[in-house]
């Protein structure tokens, strides 16, 4: 069986960049490089025409996702040095066919992007019966981030007598399993651009579609993928994810020996009534974060080493206190994150006022039952449950960016040059 091709997806907004993550993929064994639609609405055709003139024999893909004028942005694309151009398969016919008029005027190829169409099977059909070259099985970002699997939709496209790529945040495990399913490109952005070292992540992919597999899944839960994914980044990386959103405010009192990760176990009590947040400690399952709103009371505190060593046995992951802590010197000798917001002798009275689980604002921030939260020495951030899945992949992205940027300034670059500060503020 011939290996697929290696498409490397420059999706970054700035070329002096995407020229040097292109220069490194080719040697770690890439075969075509596409001009990423980011990078093709932040630079335009002169980005198509630099990396032409860098690589004057190298496939250029140029991923317009032209949904409109389709003779006059394949004549564009043509003309500044792209092989193939991308069209949305969702488009109407009239714009496809006539991107295919310009295709055939100046020899170039069509890849329709099968993004967001509902009738996948009966689209590629008709798309490859109108003379489309390539048929590209893709999951956009925003729906990897859901869940959405390419490879699912690469299965349903595997009997077309045109060529089928397959995209949307594979990387080389993932990659080898559409080699192995038949796919004739593999196109692969994040995990390859993103990495320190661009050539050895495109030379791993390379390798891994080369000999291609199906491998092993083990199946686990939505909660152990979401807490594997959260592991990997850290509490800025996922106010990043929520656009700077999410973080809990007034935690200047903070033991963390290691990070905290978990769902939220929620407590209103009252100015330093200790009943419900000890009986919520028994509430709590392996792994969860309790989170306890004091009312804001920092002269008296619910809170203390007993609790937390309670906590500590039935497997918490950390203590969340809007209002004060007591205790402190014998705390800071366990290993659970305590978060809170003042330190305070004063010890209050178990009267049982309050609730467990219900809805609390506390540190700034809407809390409610299993709500995801992570903490790490720069804060606490609250997940909402709904977006979990969603934020924590996010989350992963954000982290894969700033390993590049990190790499790129660990060169000699630096962070304003690099982002191009100026060129994005806000006019």
Known sequence: MQSPILQVALDVTELTRAQKIAEEALLGGADWIEIGTPL??????????????????????????????????VEMAAKAGANIVCVLANTDNAVITDALRGAALYGVEIMADMMNVSDVVTRARELADLGVQIINAHVGID?????????????KLG?????????????????????????????????????ADVTKAARNVRDAIDR????????????????????????????????????????????????????????????????KPVQAIDACRPGDVLVISNDKRTDIAPWGE????????????????????RDWDDIITLDIPVYATAIQPNAGEPKGFGEINAEISCCGQTVRPDDWL????????????ERAYEVARRSVEVQKTEVRIREEIRRGGTLGSLSQLLRWEKK
Not at 45 to 60: D, S
Not at 375 to 380: H, K, L, M, P, T
């Open 40 to 73: 093709v609405k932040s630079e335009g055709m002169q980005a198509v025409r630099a990396l032409r003139a860098q690589f004057p024999t190298t496939t250029l893909v140029a991923d317009l996702k032209t949904s409109d004028t389709g003779g006059l942005e």
């Open 143 to 155: 729906q990897q981030m859901e869940g959405k699997d390419p490879l699912d939709l690469l299965d």
């Open 159 to 195: 009997d077309l007598p045109v060529k089928i790529a397959v995209a949307g945040g594979l990387n080389a495990e993932s990659a080898s399993k559409a080699a192995a399913r038949g796919a004739d490109i593999v196109i692969v952005g994040g995990s390859i651009i993103k990495a």
């Open 212 to 275: 291609p597999t199906e491998g092993t899944s083990v199946k686990i839960s939505l909660d152990d993928m979401i807490r594997e994914l959260l592991e990997q980044v850290s509490a800025p990386n996922v106010t990043d994810a929520l656009y700077r959103k999410g973080a809990m405010s007034g935690l200047s009192v903070q033991h963390v020996p290691k990070k905290m990760i978990g769902k939220a176990v929620t407590v209103q009590t009252f100015g330093g009534d200790w009943s």
């Open 306 to 325: 007993l609790a937390t060593r309670s906590a500590e046995n039935k497997g918490v992951a950390g203590i969340i206190i809007d209002g004060a802590v």
């Open 374 to 385: 992570i903490g790490d020495q720069s804060g606490v951030v609250v997940i909402p449950r």
